[in-house]
């Protein structure tokens, strides 16, 4: 059985991720609307992911014996000048992320939660990869030409 709070953490959790989903599906339609599709799928894609993210926490929760919740999920920005802005605040919301699920190991840590620090780690390996990746393609946006950045467009295009 799951401790109500580390229950209530994980459930904040489920929230933040749903937040993100919103948040990347916001930016995609600012990216499509300003022709760059290749942005705008890849972005679509890690809103996909992050839905998915919250949904196996709650799968978790309930596992555990917990109620898994949905609560308020506030609005998400709706407009960015650029890709160069969209990207960097991929890469910073990645880190916050990281932040937020660093500190769900702590507490199920200080908890002696084995099962639920355990299940956390796949999320840490995973954050540590996104803000790899959120990084990545931030800096190449930073240096790309408008050429450059039409062809990154067309790459990050093929995200499966």
């Given at each position: 059985m799951i401790s109500e709070?580390?229950?209530a953490a994980l459930n904040g959790q489920?929230?933040?991720?749903?937040?993100?989903?919103?948040?990347?599906?916001?930016?995609?339609?600012c990216m499509q609307y300003a022709g760059y599709?290749?942005?705008?799928?890849?972005?679509k894609k890690q809103s996909a992911e992050e839905l998915?993210?919250?949904c196996q926490i709650a799968d978790?929760?309930?596992?555990?014996?917990?109620?898994?919740?949905?609560?308020?999920?506030?609005?998400?920005?709706v407009e960015w000048?650029?890709?160069?802005?969209?990207?960097?605040?991929?890469?910073?919301?990645?880190?916050h992320v990281s932040k937020l699920i660093n500190d769900l190991v702590r507490m199920a840590s200080e908890e002696?939660?084995?099962?639920?620090?355990?299940?956390?780690?796949?999320?840490v390996r995973e954050q540590v990869e996104e803000e790899a990746t959120s990084m990545s393609i931030s800096e190449k946006i930073s240096k790309a030409s408008d050429g450059a950045l039409l062809i990154l467009d067309s790459k990050l295009g093929s995200r499966a």
């Open positions: 709070k580390l229950t489920v929230a933040a991720e749903m937040w993100s989903s919103n948040l990347y599906l916001s930016m995609s339609f599709d290749g942005f705008a799928h890849w972005l998915e993210h919250a978790y929760i309930a596992k555990r014996g917990g109620k898994p919740q949905v609560s308020k999920i506030d609005a998400v920005p000048a650029s890709p160069k802005d969209v990207f960097k605040q991929v890469y910073e919301h990645e880190c002696r939660d084995n099962a639920t620090q355990d299940f956390l780690w796949g999320f």
